[in-house]
């Protein structure tokens, strides 16, 4: 059955002269929340916050200024001078956030109740966050699996732990950086520590020969080395371990030193001082390295 052209217009009329109540009292409704949005802004004070604003950002660029110009001329004082400029820097940001909107609205219970609701919603996330890393510092604490003065590998990362809080763990690593990590990274993540409260640590190097080298020479060698460093634990054994090494490119052996150091902050000097010397002993014994092989392809 089909419809002609005056029925449809018909249909359309009354379905838009129901519909018209609804959208004007949406409307109306949109209105009224404008008006009363409107009603809360100070007008007059909005140009008072532009100045403000302007003032914060002249403060702020002769901080930055001044902080450059000092440390420029005394390089002693630039990490003081730049955190008493963070330290400033948060309190111009907070009078001038606060000063706009007390000079921009007209506070009463209703923007009251906003802010506390805006507050509270922020705090709890940022308490949420704050929570884990307290309660995964008190495991660490009381769990330990590393403890001040460790020397531990995470995540890639290889040094000491200088300090253990509440929130984070810091590690200096052998190039002096420091590292922060949160402890709620140490409830999921494998930690290694190289020596778990002790001052000595293993210290593992390896070695690699041609096959057709004598190999009690070389083990000898290496364990004298290592007997005879200045940084050696002797109370610990000294330990050598051979083994075959075979890889695309070379068939070697390989000896690997175990060998404890009097302090892990020796490690490197340890490591150094028996490379260089068994390297050097090798040479005057003729105890060749492997040779690399060159693969070679057919030409057809």
């Given at each position: 059955?089909?419809?002609?052209?005056?029925?449809?217009?018909?249909?359309?009329?009354?379905?838009?002269?129901?519909?018209?109540?609804?959208?004007?009292?949406s409307?109306?409704?949109?209105?009224?929340?404008?008006?009363?949005?409107?009603?809360?802004?100070?007008?007059?004070?909005?140009?008072?916050?532009?100045?403000?604003?302007?003032?914060?950002?002249?403060m702020?660029?002769?901080?930055?200024?001044?902080?450059?110009?000092?440390?420029?001329?005394?390089?002693q004082?630039?990490?003081?001078?730049?955190?008493?400029?963070?330290?400033?820097?948060?309190?111009?940001?907070?009078?001038?956030?606060?000063?706009?909107?007390?000079?921009?609205?007209?506070?009463?219970?209703?923007?009251?109740?906003?802010?506390?609701?805006?507050?509270?919603?922020?705090?709890g996330?940022?308490?949420?966050?704050l929570?884990?890393?307290?309660?995964?510092?008190?495991?660490?604490?009381?769990?330990?699996?590393?403890?001040?003065?460790?020397?531990?590998?995470?995540?890639?990362?290889?040094?000491?732990?200088?300090?253990?809080?509440?929130?984070?763990?810091?590690?200096q690593?052998?190039t002096?950086?420091?590292?922060?990590?949160?402890?709620?990274?140490?409830?999921?993540?494998v930690?290694?520590?190289?020596?778990?409260?002790?001052?000595?640590?293993?210290?593992?190097?390896?070695?690699?020969?041609?096959?057709?080298?004598?190999?009690?020479?070389?083990?000898?060698?290496?364990?004298?080395?290592?007997?005879?460093?200045?940084?050696?634990?002797?109370?610990?054994?000294?330990?050598?371990?051979?083994?075959?090494?075979?890889?695309?490119?070379?068939?070697?052996?390989?000896?690997?030193?175990?060998?404890?150091?009097?302090?892990?902050?020796?490690?490197?000097?340890?490591?150094?001082?028996?490379?260089?010397?068994?390297?050097?002993?090798?040479?005057?014994?003729?105890?060749?390295?492997?040779?690399?092989?060159?693969?070679?392809?057919?030409?057809?």
């Amino acid at each position: 059955m089909t419809i002609n052209l005056p029925f449809k217009l018909l249909i359309s009329w009354i379905m838009l002269t129901l519909a018209l109540p609804s959208y004007a009292e949406s409307g109306a409704a949109n209105l009224d929340s404008l008006t009363e949005i409107a009603s809360l802004i100070r007008w007059s004070g909005v140009f008072l916050s532009i100045i403000v604003v302007f003032i914060a950002w002249l403060m702020l660029k002769f901080t930055q200024n001044l902080v450059d110009s000092i440390g420029s001329q005394f390089a002693q004082r630039r990490m003081l001078a730049q955190k008493l400029q963070s330290f400033f820097q948060f309190f111009v940001y907070m009078t001038a956030g606060i000063s706009v909107f007390m000079l921009s609205f007209r506070v009463d219970d209703r923007v009251l109740t906003l802010i506390g609701g805006t507050l509270a919603v922020s705090v709890g996330f940022a308490m949420k966050d704050l929570a884990a890393s307290f309660i995964a510092g008190l495991t660490v604490m009381i769990d330990r699996p590393f403890q001040v003065g460790d020397r531990v590998t995470f995540e890639g990362h290889y040094g000491d732990i200088v300090t253990i809080g509440l929130r984070s763990v810091r590690m200096q690593t052998l190039t002096d950086d420091i590292i922060t990590i949160p402890n709620s990274k140490f409830l999921s993540d494998v930690v290694v520590s190289g020596n778990y409260g002790a001052l000595d640590m293993q210290v593992v190097i390896p070695f690699y020969v041609a096959l057709d080298q004598d190999l009690t020479l070389a083990s000898d060698i290496i364990r004298e080395a290592a007997a005879s460093s200045r940084y050696i634990h002797l109370p610990k054994p000294i330990v050598v371990l051979v083994k075959q090494d075979i890889s695309d490119s070379y068939f070697a052996i390989k000896l690997t030193l175990k060998a404890y150091v009097l302090d892990i902050k020796y490690e490197k000097l340890f490591e150094t001082d028996i490379t260089l010397r068994v390297m050097q002993e090798f040479k005057k014994q003729n105890i060749c390295p492997p040779s690399i092989m060159q693969s070679t392809k057919l030409s057809r």
